[in-house]
C-alpha cells in the first residue's frame, strides 16, 4: 500500500488514485487494519531431500510421501514493464500440472540432526522455488502440519528423534488417522 501510494517509480496518476485510499476498516480492528502475517515467499529449508518440479510433475518418485499437492506452478509476476510500446510480466510463472496430485516427501520437512535435531519445518520446507510455487497452498500446509504433528507424537512415544521415526509406520498412522 505504502509503495502504491509514495514509490516514485510509480506513475504519479496512480499514487493519487491509491493515495485517497485506505485499509479495510472492517478487517484486521485489532491490528491498525493491517494483516498479522504477511505472505510472503523467503527462505526455505534444505534438507537431504529437495522437492524439485520434477517431483511435482510425477518425473522422479517420492517413496515417503507424508501429504499430496496438485496445484499449479506458480509464481506471481516481480514487475510489470513496457517494452516496444507492450506492458510485459518480469517472473511470471503458470504451468499446470495436468490435475494429477503428487506426494510431498517427509524427508522435505525434516532437517539434517545433525544442524537441527527434533524440528519438522511444514512451512518452509526443503523445496525448490519452483516447486514451493505449487506446494504453497494452504490445504497442502494444513495436511503436512498433521503429518508433522503425528510424526511428533511417534517421536515422543518412542523416545527418539523425528529424524530417526520409521517411515512405514508413519505412513500406517497417517492411513488410520485418515
Not at 516496444?84 to 520437512?109: C, F, H, P, T
Not at 503425528?150 to 485418515?178: F, G, H, P
Amino acid at each position: 500500500m505504502w509503495t502504491l501510494q509514495n514509490h516514485p517509480r510509480v506513475p504519479q496518476r496512480i499514487r493519487r488514485s491509491i493515495g485517497v485510499r485506505g485499509l479495510a476498516k472492517d478487517e484486521f480492528a485489532d491490528n491498525n487494519n493491517w494483516s498479522h502475517n504477511l505472505y510472503v515467499s523467503a527462505r526455505l529449508m534444505k534438507s537431504k531431500f529437495i522437492m524439485t518440479e520434477n517431483d511435482c510433475r510425477r518425473k522422479l518418485p517420492v517413496d515417503d510421501p507424508i501429504g499430496m499437492g496438485a496445484y499449479t506452478l506458480d509464481f506471481h509476476k516481480v514487475q510489470r514493464f513496457v517494452h516496444k510500446g507492450m506492458v510485459k510480466n518480469e517472473g511470471d510463472i503458470q504451468s499446470y500440472l495436468g490435475g494429477k496430485a503428487y506426494g510431498i516427501s517427509y524427508r522435505a520437512i525434516v532437517p539434517p540432526a545433525s544442524e537441527c535435531e527434533n524440528l519438522l519445518v511444514p512451512w518452509s520446507l526443503s523445496s525448490t522455488h519452483i516447486a514451493f510455487g505449487s506446494i504453497r497452498m494452504e490445504p497442502v500446509f494444513m495436511i503436512l502440519g498433521q503429518s508433522a504433528a503425528a510424526a511428533s507424537c511417534m517421536a515422543i512415544d518412542e523416545n527418539t528423534s523425528v529424524q530417526a521415526v520409521d517411515y512405514k509406520q508413519l505412513r500406517k498412522r497417517l492411513l488410520e488417522d485418515d
